[in-house]
């Protein structure tokens, strides 16, 4: 995939700014204006302060910072910064559409699983692509045969590529570059690195096989536990995430505590007096993190109410999660119809209440603890494609079972009133590298 990253790419990008070979545009209105790219690429700089680190390292100024843009980041920005950032900047629609073309099939590309009709669809939309992309740049002019290289022609190799290899991500070369990386801690002599190497290589093997045949991987592990915390809290009935410091010693304000008792009313079907009776006798206490531990992605999510974050920190309290909706809630009298939806907000509070007798009004037999987040959602406004949604406004406050957050999100500036939803779970979940000890 780097033909695409590395090649591609930043081809497309030095045509947009009329930087490509000396060429101009010729026939067309492609190029963008100074100040235009100059404002993408500042919007590009200052979109990791609002994207949380586990979605990747910071984007530099792609405008100024060109030579420290690396395939990963050019990979990122394509993938989920372009689409926004590029919005409304060209003299013409179809410009735009092309390059959120190629976007959509390269998202088909680097599934994890990929079916027939999804690699027929990505043969027959490279050929299209291609098409257009030689009605804009190459215009059918000798003279500018040099907007043509051998990385256009490329593109209509990857479906059958796919079909002969698997998905892009069995054999693209990120793996073996981590791979790579990962073998300069055991480069000890500058006079025999070769050596060095073959025998940190020969020893991880060995020490693979024995984690293997002993069943000691856990135990032989080279890296900290995942998971392993300092004043965290586990819940066995809670397997899915751990909660993390720091703990207010503050009890809840009364706002949050008739938030909860809500919560628990509608979890259990009892009545608000005596979900709040029953609130006297249980322990409450608020969380400022919770990690999921029941993936390799493994999200820290921050609540943005509780702890100090550091001025260099990025954003780590919206998350995406899900809810059962009556979609018959308005017509009382019909039966209700739950279906789950996907909603965005802001993490505020994480809570844990522990109920440490037994309490019939709210069903509960034995000690029990229930850990809950209330989150801010976002009023979204249309679906820009891609996966994509946009939200002006925080809504209503959502108070909800901890299990029901699945993932962080990131978000992304793009007029002074509108946000962008960054989510790199769903349609546009991609394949790992984890390293071999992250199991």
């Not at 500042?42 to 990791?48: E, G, P």
């Not at 500018?144 to 002969?164: D, N």
Request: neutral net charge; aromatic residues 10%.
């Amino acid at each position: 995939m780097h033909l695409i990253w590395e090649n591609l790419i930043k081809n497309l990008t030095l045509l947009w700014i009329g930087d490509f070979k000396g060429l101009d545009e010729g026939g067309e209105e492609y190029e963008l204006a100074k100040a235009v790219w100059e404002a993408i690429a500042s919007q590009t700089a200052a979109a990791s302060d609002t994207i949380p680190s586990a979605y990747g390292s910071r984007v530099p100024n792609i405008a100024k910072d060109r030579p420290n843009v690396s395939a990963e980041m050019w990979s990122f920005w394509t993938l989920y910064l372009g689409p926004v950032l590029l919005r409304r900047k060209f003299r013409n629609i179809k410009y735009y559409r092309h390059f959120v073309e190629l976007v959509r099939l390269l998202n088909i590309c680097l599934q994890f699983e990929i079916t027939d009709a999804e690699i027929e669809e990505v043969r027959i939309g490279f050929i299209k692509w291609v098409r257009v992309y030689e009605e804009i740049y190459f215009q059918k002019d000798v003279e500018r045969m040099s907007t043509c290289p051998l990385t256009i022609h490329a593109l209509l190799h990857i479906a059958p590529g796919i079909k002969f290899c698997g998905p892009v991500w069995c054999y693209w070369a990120f793996p073996m570059e981590r791979y790579c990386g990962s073998l300069q801690p055991g480069i000890r002599s500058r006079r025999f690195p070769w050596a060095s190497i073959d025998r940190y290589v020969l020893e991880v093997a060995q020490l693979t096989q024995i984690k293997t045949l002993y069943n000691v991987v856990k135990e032989l592990s080279l890296k900290t536990p995942r998971g392993a915390v300092q004043g965290s809290f586990a819940d066995p009935t809670y397997p899915s995430c751990i909660l993390l410091p720091p703990k207010s010693r503050a009890d809840p304000d009364p706002s949050q505590l008739r938030s909860i008792a809500v919560a628990l009313s509608t979890r259990s079907g009892a009545k608000i007096p005596l979900v709040n009776a029953a609130l006297k006798n249980a322990t409450v206490e608020e969380w400022g993190k919770v990690r999921r531990i029941d993936s390799d992605t493994g999200d820290t999510m921050r609540s943005c109410s509780l702890g100090v974050t550091a001025e260099d920190t990025r954003d780590a309290t919206y998350v995406r999660y899900e809810m059962l909706v009556d979609q018959n809630a308005r017509h009382q009298k019909q039966r209700a119809k739950f279906e789950l939806q996907t909603f965005y907000g802001q993490l505020t509070h994480i809570y844990r209440v522990h109920f440490s007798e037994p309490c019939p009004a709210l069903d509960i037999e034995h000690p029990t603890s229930y850990i809950l987040a209330a989150i801010r959602c976002c009023v979204l406004l249309e679906l820009a494609g891609l996966d994509i949604h946009f939200y002006s406004r925080p809504g209503a406050l959502d108070v909800i079972d901890i299990t029901s957050v699945q993932s962080l999100v990131g978000r992304l500036k793009d007029t002074s009133d509108h946000w962008a939803i960054i989510d790199r779970s769903g349609v546009l979940a991609r394949a790992q590298w984890l390293g071999e000890d992250d199991e």
